[in-house]
């Protein structure tokens, strides 16, 4: 077979050259840190009465030396993470220093804070009487703003439809949950491993309280497991009982998949909701829900009530795994792979977006480019006014093979030629025996031995359950940011079953560094709001979101598609019976046919960058 994926991106290269391009790169805004002005005081265990009287603990972090009586901003920090952490102490200490009064918050029925703990469902209504409470204090000036990450953040796009006039800027890290309902859903497939470690570590319902002025209880330990002997055990539901936990939401949150309206009532981001505020999102390429990052501040933006929200969202994807973005160095490891120099001024960043928006500093935060992203491959910064960039080209990579494409040792090949008769390929999948996860999203660390970020797929592409199509190596190199979608017409015996992509950037050496990945359940191919099944060997077409990236792949290197039918334990495994599958303990082996021919034929859809 003839391959002309290399000169195809070559010439797009040389066509683009010479043709006028609305190029919105511009250098990214460093805002370095100042050095602290005012030492702190930390008035702790503060009691915030909510509007059911439940009392939620704060720790209030105060500068010292500022002018007697003067009120001052306030930014606040709403967490289940524990506020006395060192972490998130450390973070409030130094806004503090820089003149601002932060409160950092146990969310309700967490550490020090009454009520019961329902994930996400009371956040909306808790932050916004914290709000008010913060205005009622001798201190505030009545400029509020909010920050954190995980969690912390997606409570503060919860907040944000409120519109609270005094909630004026919000730094939302890693906040995609608040959409995409808690990141526990992809493709109508479950997130199993990032969620089992979450509810195991997080997840209890109800614990005591400390008063204000007592003793604060110990910290919850949850208990300890065999993670690969619980990730594989069945059913779904029921699974933190088995792992020894007290009440948590892991049943209501395994049995209601997207697009069910029960998650209404959990306070989730709906297309419906308005806003007006300042917005500063960042997340990363190997987080779980980058995509969704970016369909956040656009949904912002056009529901915005005034020019400030429509004209103030700006967006930040650096390369590292979850939360991890400070921790860039000269040589940022992110997984096994080394993506150079990633570093980036982020809390110079932050204290200048709340200089402005909270203090009316006129220190330039908001004219910087809307968009700023790191080019793995290239490892360098870039700055854009839009997402994703105009001037990409989308381009039709087409899976080909003379039907056994079965692991790296197979025929499978990436080509833009299209293909016109070939064989199928085909393969088993036996949810016994599923496709391991290696690498790819965390929420933070990985369970187990569980491994995260880029890492090398070298073993995966040794299994005959999966599909392996590779390019030539290429001559030029080629930049592929923006969203990628592969798009498959496949056949199968079971009345439902999961396929699976991951794009691969192959080294000259061999490794093999997975970029992106994504997962479709077949029964939700026509939408989330309905669930339709398979008939035994008549064809599909699927496709496939692999979310969104911005890699590189240099010159020596070859593009890789892997497709199988499993992902595990990152996803839940599908048990092709076409039930309900959450609380299903048996399942049916399913036999896969990709096509490539004809009509049928499947392709990789890549936005290519001149």
């Not at 524990?82 to 146990?106: C, L, M, P, T, W």
Request: proline residues 8%; charged residues 25%; negative net charge.
């Amino acid at each position: 077979m003839r391959n002309t994926l290399p000169r195809v991106l070559a010439a797009m290269a040389l066509a683009y050259c010479f043709a006028p391009v609305a190029f919105a790169q511009s250098p990214i805004a460093r805002f370095p840190e100042p050095p602290p002005k005012y030492q702190i005081t930390v008035q702790k265990s503060v009691r915030v009465p909510m509007r059911d009287m439940a009392p939620l603990s704060a720790d209030i972090y105060v500068p010292v030396g500022t002018r007697a009586r003067q009120r001052l901003p306030a930014i606040l920090i709403r967490t289940p993470y524990n506020k006395s952490s060192e972490g998130i102490a450390a973070d409030a200490r130094r806004f503090a220093s820089h003149g601002y009064v932060v409160v950092v918050q146990d969310v309700r029925g967490k550490f020090e804070s009454g009520g019961a703990f329902t994930v996400s469902a009371d956040d909306t209504e808790d932050g916004s009487d914290t709000v008010d409470w913060i205005l009622s204090q001798s201190w505030s000036n009545g400029r509020i703003g909010t920050t954190g990450c995980s969690y912390s953040g997606e409570n503060q796009v919860e907040l944000a439809r409120n519109r609270k006039p005094h909630h004026l800027a919000m730094i939302p890290q890693a906040a995609s949950g608040s959409l995409q309902y808690f990141g526990s859903w992809r493709g109508g497939a479950f997130e199993l491993a990032a969620d089992a470690n979450w509810f195991l570590s997080h997840g209890a319902k109800e614990r005591p309280y400390a008063a204000p002025g007592a003793a604060r209880p110990p910290d919850f330990i949850p208990p300890k497991v065999d993670w690969p002997s619980l990730w594989r055990s069945l059913p779904l539901k029921g699974m933190m009982d088995r792992a020894g936990m007290p009440a948590t939401d892991w049943d209501e949150f395994v049995s209601h998949a997207e697009g069910d309206p029960w998650w209404r009532s959990r306070g989730y981001i709906t297309e419906r909701d308005r806003f007006d505020i300042p917005s500063l999102f960042v997340d990363s390429w190997y987080d779980y829900g980058p995509a969704d990052t970016f369909r956040l501040a656009e949904l912002i933006r056009k529901n915005s009530e005034g020019d400030i929200g429509r004209n103030n969202q700006f967006v930040i994807i650096a390369p590292t795994t979850h939360c991890a973005y400070e921790q860039s160095s000269e040589h940022t490891l992110v997984g096994a792979r080394d993506l150079g120099d990633a570093r980036y001024d982020y809390f110079g960043l932050y204290l200048a977006w709340f200089d402005h928006w909270l203090r009316d500093v006129d220190n330039g935060v908001e004219k910087m480019p809307k968009v700023q992203y790191y080019v793995m491959g290239r490892n360098q910064w870039r700055g854009e006014d839009e997402w994703p960039p105009a001037r990409a080209l989308p381009t039709q990579v087409y899976l080909r093979s003379s039907g056994h494409a079965n692991s790296r040792f197979g025929d499978g090949l990436l080509s833009t030629d299209r293909p016109s008769e070939e064989p199928p390929d085909h393969f088993v999948y036996d949810p016994k025996t599923p496709v391991p996860s290696v690498g790819g999203p965390d929420w933070g660390a990985a369970p187990g031995d569980l491994k995260s970020g880029a890492q090398d797929q070298s073993d995966v592409e040794m299994r005959h359950d999966v599909l392996v199509y590779t390019s030539p190596v290429l001559a030029k190199g080629a930049e592929v940011t923006g969203p990628v979608e592969v798009v498959l017409f496949v056949s199968s015996d079971v009345p439902d079953t999961d396929f699976t992509a991951k794009l691969v950037d192959v080294y000259p050496d061999g490794t093999a560094f997975n970029v992106q990945e994504g997962i479709q359940r077949m029964r939700y191919r026509e939408g989330l709001d309905k669930q339709v099944t398979m008939k035994p060997g008549e064809t599909y077409e699927v496709h496939i979101n692999l979310n969104v990236t911005s890699n590189f792949f240099a010159p020596g290197h070859r593009m890789r598609l892997e497709i199988s039918s499993s992902n595990f334990p990152r996803f839940d495994r599908n048990l092709n019976t076409g039930g309900s599958n959450y609380d299903e303990n048996s399942w049916r082996i399913a036999r896969q046919t990709v096509h490539h021919s004809g009509a049928q034929v499947s392709y990789i859809l890549l936005p290519v960058i001149p």
